[in-house]
């Protein structure tokens, strides 16, 4: 039985954290002025960095907004993947009670209480107002190498999640300039927010913010030597490379499509990342942010997740003995899976419709074929995923998750091209790229700018499937949540047009309560009607 709780507001929990270091109290309880911490800050630069390790530390922050372990979708970023998955219309999964993230697969979280819009708006705002803190203490003309690299992971995490909240409560860019997006608040203007509150910034502003805030976060960290992802500790960070694929992102919703082949090209030429081959992904697999395709992810260390509740317990199939095992699994669009030719590795990644998988070993199957009274019944069921060292038990839950991979940047790069006019170009970036990586037996027949990009489309919706870009997708391109044919459940088989107010959230109540600034609010919608298959 799921209880909801009460919404926590993200202001006190960011201020805590955002304040809990050695900057803010001076011996004997003294509390010293913004002033004086950057003073602190520029003769010991390592006064900062706790502040700027916390930061990635919120991606996967367990119990971070509710605070309590009862309410089992509170594990960081992971859980508003699965929050917008479900949204889709490439993720069917069952209603049960036990499934923490229904309220996207029914579209019942298109309230001003539902847990995905406070959980969405908490996680980004919490971010946001701790990026600000270390912004606050540093000067943003230093000279001084140390203070640029934790200048610019303060600047890269904020606009990241001010592209999240973008996203989610307001249409996509292009066209919809001018309506009202989300709060701006920065380490400028957040004292005088904390008393007066702050307006819905415009769709326009927000972007303006977040360009501006990842180009100096390329040149400061180009600037420092940080070009390329390190190890695998090293992907929870910003580099020049990331932040440019985070700009590719936001340049492809803005349709700037020059600008996001221009930051896919330095992508793929300095990230020295390169994407899983064909023998890789021939397994399950997508659990090590070490693996060298991986340029931005969540790497979670023993002791940082809490038991079933965390992205393997919930979304990893099978082998952790999570909630799939009481039925709560995740599988593909069945009309999406039929485009997929037997040639292409990714085929695999599912089990086909007679239960079967040839990236399945025995030990694998095994565990799948167990919770199912016939083979058949795994028929569509996510086997793309493995547990942290194919353990079956225990420490199985230590998955790291991808936020971003290398493959994104060469269909980045073939849709730019495509939209930008260079149809050829795109085509043969496009072919090499599957032909190398996924399929030799690829060819793209697509000739026209939109069938290219449409064709890129359903690559993206295979490529990163499960990986939480696929909602976002969805809202830039204007596509339709269709799932008549997808083998959904009966009651949640919807074809929801691109631009109904379903899909975009509510901004939270507890917000429009508390923000005397705030203004109004999206307009509501109505739940679907099932659509008779």
Known sequence: MKTIYKYAPALALAAFMGSCNDLDTEPMGGVITEDQKEQVVANDPSMAEAS????????????????????????????????????????????????????????????????????????????????????????????????????????????????????????????????????????????????????????????????????????????????????????????????????????????????????????????????????QVSRPSFWDASDNSWLFAIAVESGEVGNLHCWPGHFVTFYTGGYAQVGVYRSINKSLFATIPATDVRKGWWCDENGESANLDAAHANIIYSYFESKKQAAYVNVKFDTYQSMFSGICYLNDIPLMRIEEMYLTLAEAQAMGGDTGGAVSTLNSFIQTYRDPQYSCIATSATDIQDEIWRQRRIEFWGEGIAYFDLQRLRKPVDRVGGGFEPSVCFNIPAEDPLRIYLIPQSEMQTNPAIGANNPEGAIPTPIAE
């Not at 140390?146 to 996509?172: E, H, I, P, V």
């Not at 400061?220 to 070009?227: E, F, M, P, V």
């Open 52 to 279: 700027v390790n916390a930061l990635p530390v919120m991606t996967k922050q367990y119990c971070g907004v509710y605070g309590n372990s009862s309410v089992q979708s509170d594990f960081g970023w992971p859980a508003s993947m699965l929050f917008m998955d479900s949204r889709t219309a490439d993720m069917p999964s069952t209603t049960d009670g036990y499934n923490w993230f229904a309220d996207g697969l029914t579209y019942s979280d298109k309230t001003a209480t539902s847990r995905s819009t406070n959980f969405m708006w908490s996680t980004n705002y919490n971010m946001i107002y701790s990026s600000n803190a270390v912004l606050k203490t540093i000067d943003p003309e230093t000279d001084n190498p140390a203070l640029q690299y934790y200048l610019a992971q303060a600047l890269g995490f904020r606009a990241w999640a001010y592209f999240n909240l973008a996203q989610s409560y307001q249409f996509t860019y292009v066209g919809n300039q001018d309506k009202p997006c989300v709060p701006i608040i920065t380490e400028e203007n957040s004292d005088q927010v904390a008393v007066d509150g702050a307006p819905r910034a415009t769709v326009g502003e927000v972007y303006d913010m977040i360009v501006r805030d990842l180009d100096k976060t390329i040149s400061l960290l180009q600037a420092t030597g940080y070009i390329a992802p390190a190890d695998r500790l090293g992907k929870q960070f910003m580099t020049a490379t990331t932040a440019a694929g985070l700009r590719a992102r936001v340049h492809l919703v803005m349709n700037k499509w020059n600008e996001a082949a221009a930051d896919a090209q330095y992508v793929i030429q300095n990230s020295r990342c390169t994407p899983y081959s064909i023998a």
